[in-house]
């Protein structure tokens, strides 16, 4: 860690934003913290909820709002921003809306805001900017990549080929 920090600071390179696995934020929050002070990192983002196969349940949802509000309001405190990274799975309907619709709902909007991967969005079946329109203060981050023709949509494994990803402007994704 103290070896890559050197190399970017030899290099004029500031970071600005890091990912932890979700189970730093539900057991190692600190550690998280210690990090971010570290690298001077105001935005501190997650890129996967564990969950059981193919199948991200409104359970994992939840327990997911939870860790996600508590670790929030942690980081809040010494002035960090936490993020979540959609994969696609987070789409799947529930009774009264998608679980992605739930995790913005339900979690701080002070303290938990979100990147939206306009791939992944699109391959669980959202459309990336009508989900900006509808959550305009809640999105930090775009993450821009576009998704070969022919690609199916509207299903939620979080999980695709690399050959299915294409260069901006040349696939099914209206830029």
């Not at 701080?108 to 969005?121: Q, S």
Request: net charge negative; proline share 3%; hydrophobic share 40%.
């Amino acid at each position: 860690m103290k070896e890559f920090k050197a190399e970017c600071d030899q290099l004029g390179l500031k970071s600005t934003s890091m990912l932890a696995g979700f189970e730093m934020y539900r057991d190692s929050i600190e550690k998280v913290i210690a990090q971010a002070k570290f690298f001077g990192i105001k935005a501190v983002g997650c890129g996967w909820i564990p969950h059981n196969g193919n199948n991200f349940t409104r359970e994992d949802a939840v327990e997911a709002i939870n860790i996600f509000n508590k670790a929030g309001e942690r980081l809040a405190k010494e002035g960090i921003t936490v993020f979540y990274h959609c994969h696609g799975y987070e789409f799947r309907p529930s009774p009264e809306v998608t679980l992605f619709d739930l995790m913005v709902q339900k979690t701080n909007p002070e303290n938990v805001k979100f990147e939206l991967d306009v791939y992944w969005a699109f391959h669980g079946g959202a459309i990336p900017e009508l989900l900006l329109k509808k959550y305009p203060t809640r999105f930090i981050a775009l993450h821009i990549k576009d998704m070969k023709i022919g690609q199916a949509t509207g299903e939620y494994s979080g999980a695709t080929t690399l050959t299915s990803d294409v260069a901006v402007g040349t696939g099914q994704l209206n830029f």
